[in-house]
T-cell receptor, first 112, second 109 residues
Framework: AQTIHQWPVAEIKAVGSPLSLGCTIK??????LYWYWQATGGTLQQLFY??????VESVVQLNLSASRPKDDQFILSTEKLLLSHSGFYLC???????????FGSGTRLLVI | LAKTTQPPSMEAYEGQEVNVSCSHT???????IYWYRQVPHQGPQFIIQ???DYVVNEVASLFISADRKLSTLSLPWVSLRDAAVYYC??????????FGQGTKLSIKP
C-alpha cells in the first residue's frame, strides 16, 4: 500500500532562520508531487508541483523553493523565514491524468 | 483563482441527508469535478469525483447537471464525524488543483 510521510510534524522557527520540510511517498512509482500551504483559517494554496525527478514547477513562490532529489522525495525549503510563512504545509501525490490527490498529514509551522 | 462557488457554511442534524452545491460556470470540456473534505489539523481527504451525470461511492453521491455548470454532493445520514470543510474543485489533466474557500458543514446532535 502507498504511504505519504511528512516531516517534521511541527516546527517553531525564528524569523530569518532556514527551513527544510520533507515529504516521502512509498509504494508508488513516478508520482506527481505537490506542495500546498494553508494559512490559519484560510484555504489551501498550491505552491509547487513536480511531475518527474529534478523538475519542479512554481505556482506561487512565497519566497520558498522546492526540489525533487529522488523519485519518492519532495523537499520544501527557504534560507530565510518570514513571519508570513507560518501556517500548515501539505504534501500531496497523484498519478496524474484525472486521478485524485492524496494528502499527507502536514507540517504545522510557526515563525516567531 | 478558484473556479468554483460554494455556500460558505451549512448546518444539519445528525441522521439527515446533506446536499452541498457547487457552481462551476466556466468549467472546460476537459475538466473533472472533485470533492474533498478537511477536518482541522489534517490534510484534505478525497471524497468523490465525476465528469457528468451521476456518480456514487460508499460514502457519497455526486450529481452533475446536464450542462456541467452545477454539481451537488450528497451525504446520506450525516454524523458528527462529517463536520468538516467541503471543497469542490475542477481540475485539468495534471493541472493545478485550486481550492476555493469551501463549505463549512456543522453537524448538530
Amino acid at each position: 500500500a502507498q504511504t505519504i510521510h511528512q516531516w517534521p510534524v511541527a516546527e517553531i522557527k525564528a524569523v530569518g532562520s532556514p527551513l527544510s520540510l520533507g515529504c516521502t511517498i512509498k509504494g508508488k512509482s513516478s508520482p506527481n508531487l505537490y506542495w500546498y500551504w494553508q494559512a490559519t483559517g484560510g484555504t489551501l494554496q498550491q505552491l509547487f508541483y513536480s511531475i518527474t525527478v529534478g523538475q519542479v514547477e512554481s505556482v506561487v513562490q512565497l519566497n520558498l523553493s522546492a526540489s525533487r532529489p529522488k523519485d519518492d522525495q519532495f523537499i520544501l525549503s527557504t534560507e530565510k523565514l518570514l513571519l508570513s510563512h507560518s501556517g500548515f504545509y501539505l504534501c500531496a501525490w497523484s498519478l496524474g491524468g484525472n486521478s485524485d490527490y492524496t494528502f499527507g498529514s502536514g507540517t504545522r509551522l510557526l515563525v516567531i | 483563482l478558484a473556479k468554483t462557488t460554494q455556500p460558505p457554511s451549512m448546518e444539519a442534524y445528525e441522521g439527515q441527508e446533506v446536499n452541498v452545491s457547487c457552481s462551476h460556470t466556466n468549467i472546460a470540456t476537459s475538466e473533472y469535478i472533485y470533492w474533498y473534505r478537511q477536518v482541522p489539523h489534517q490534510g484534505p481527504q478525497f471524497i468523490i469525483q465525476g465528469y457528468k451525470d451521476y456518480v456514487v461511492n460508499e460514502v457519497a453521491s455526486l450529481f452533475i447537471s446536464a450542462d456541467r455548470k452545477l454539481s451537488t454532493l450528497s451525504l446520506p445520514w450525516v454524523s458528527l464525524r462529517d463536520a468538516a470543510v467541503y471543497y469542490c474543485i475542477v481540475d485539468y489533466n495534471q493541472g493545478k488543483l485550486i481550492f476555493g474557500q469551501g463549505t463549512k458543514l456543522s453537524i448538530k446532535p
